[in-house]
């Protein structure tokens, strides 16, 4: 469910009128005249908002839902809650729920498709911004409407601090940095040039191409987060993506929609996080590490430098490599190369 500090909700629309415009197929026609008030992820999905089940690893949020309705594929409508034969959950039939359900995110949000960015004017503070007189906003800087700036915070020359932000105590944000739907703890170090609150990036498929998902979440940051020169951190595309407490992000590090980074995590130069995947508490990743979307990585995991995470890695769990195996499994595979490389080039 969107913050309404971030974007305008143009709900509630009967489902028959969803139906039409996403070309999806009412399972009962009686649901057609129910009115919709919101889309939300299905687990938070309550009876007067919309969600969507795709994936078949979220099949079990999909039977324990409390949405009021869902684009499903009609395979899987056989998985839908009890409730969805005696009048409860309604189901859109739709062969592409993805890309159904982008459409109506845009039918309840069209302006979160206009613009990757809040226009700015001319640099100032709006009126309606809150800053504390202790705080301090460099020349050039531009603070948006109904932004908060707390007590002892620096905002940077030339930094965007877009509507809505919320920018907690003693906050440091750097030289022409750009922070947008997002709300920052106290005693937040963003360094020069970092994005934050940037469209994810999110596509759907369709027979005229691909349709741009809009993207509805924001980026919470956690107490004492320092992020590093030229950052990207995507905000959410319908969940949140998240920064916890403690957690440092070295430079050129970019973390996509919907990623969870637990507190204390250390995430080293050109690090990738994938959207929807959660990293564990007080884990460390090394330099140009990638990690694929919508896995887990446990509490204290180490992933050595240029590793390729493609599975889940568990609590404690030291790996490396591509893809990433137990760091021990990786040197033996490094070791039986280099033996088998080095044999080949003696026989020449």
């Known amino acids: 469910m969107a913050d309404p500090r971030f974007f305008k909700n143009h709900g509630p629309f009967a489902l028959g009128d969803i139906a039409e415009k996403t070309g999806a197929r009412l399972r009962r026609e009686a649901d057609a005249s129910r009115l919709f008030y919101d889309?939300?992820?299905?687990?938070?999905?309550g009876e007067r908002d919309i969600g969507f089940f795709e994936n078949k690893k979220y099949r079990e949020q999909f039977r324990q839902s409390q949405a009021g309705a869902c684009l499903v594929n009609p395979a899987e409508a056989e998985h839908a809650p009890p409730n969805a034969n005696n009048g409860g959950m309604a189901l859109l039939l739709h062969d592409a729920p993805y890309t159904a359900y982008?459409?109506?995110?845009?039918?309840?949000?069209?302006?979160?498709?206009?613009?990757?960015?809040?226009?700015?004017?001319?640099?100032?503070?709006?009126?309606?911004?809150?800053?504390?007189?202790?705080?301090?906003?460099?020349?050039?800087?531009?603070?948006?409407?109904?932004?908060?700036?707390?007590?002892?915070?620096?905002?940077?020359?030339?930094?965007?601090?877009?509507?809505?932000?919320?920018?907690?105590?003693?906050?440091?944000?750097?030289?022409?940095?750009t922070v947008t739907h997002a709300i920052l703890d106290d005693h937040v170090v963003i360094f020069p040039g970092v994005r934050i609150g940037q469209d994810g990036f999110g596509y759907a498929p369709s027979p005229t191409g691909m349709i741009k998902v809009p993207q509805l979440g924001r980026v919470l940051i956690g107490k004492h987060v320092h992020v590093g020169a030229n950052c990207t951190i995507d905000r959410g595309s319908l969940n949140d993506t998240v920064i916890g407490d403690g957690c440092k992000l070295d430079n050129l590090v970019h973390i996509a929609h919907n990623a969870?980074?637990?507190?204390?995590?250390?995430?080293?130069?050109?690090?990738?996080?994938?959207?929807?995947?959660?990293i564990g508490m007080g884990s460390i990743l090394g330099g140009q590490v990638g990690v694929i979307g919508h896995v887990t990585i446990g509490q204290k995991a180490q992933v050595a430098a240029k590793s390729a995470v493609m599975g889940n890695v568990g609590d404690g769990q030291v790996v490396g490599g591509i893809p990433a195996v137990p760091i021990r499994q990786w040197q033996r595979q490094a070791a039986a190369l280099a033996k088998l490389v080095g044999g080949r080039i003696k026989a020449k």
Request: aromatic share 4%.
């Open 39 to 45: 889309v939300a992820p299905l687990h938070e999905a």
């Open 102 to 177: 982008a459409k109506v995110q845009a039918l309840f949000y069209p302006e979160s498709l206009m613009s990757p960015m809040p226009s700015v004017g001319k640099p100032g503070i709006a009126k309606s911004a809150k800053i504390h007189p202790s705080a301090r906003v460099s020349d050039f800087a531009f603070v948006g409407e109904n932004a908060e700036i707390g007590e002892g915070s620096v905002i940077g020359h030339g930094t965007v601090i877009g509507h809505g932000t919320v920018v907690g105590n003693h906050c440091l944000i750097g030289d022409h940095a």
């Open 260 to 278: 969870v980074v637990e507190p204390y995590c250390i995430l080293v130069a050109q690090v990738g996080i994938s959207g929807s995947t959660k």
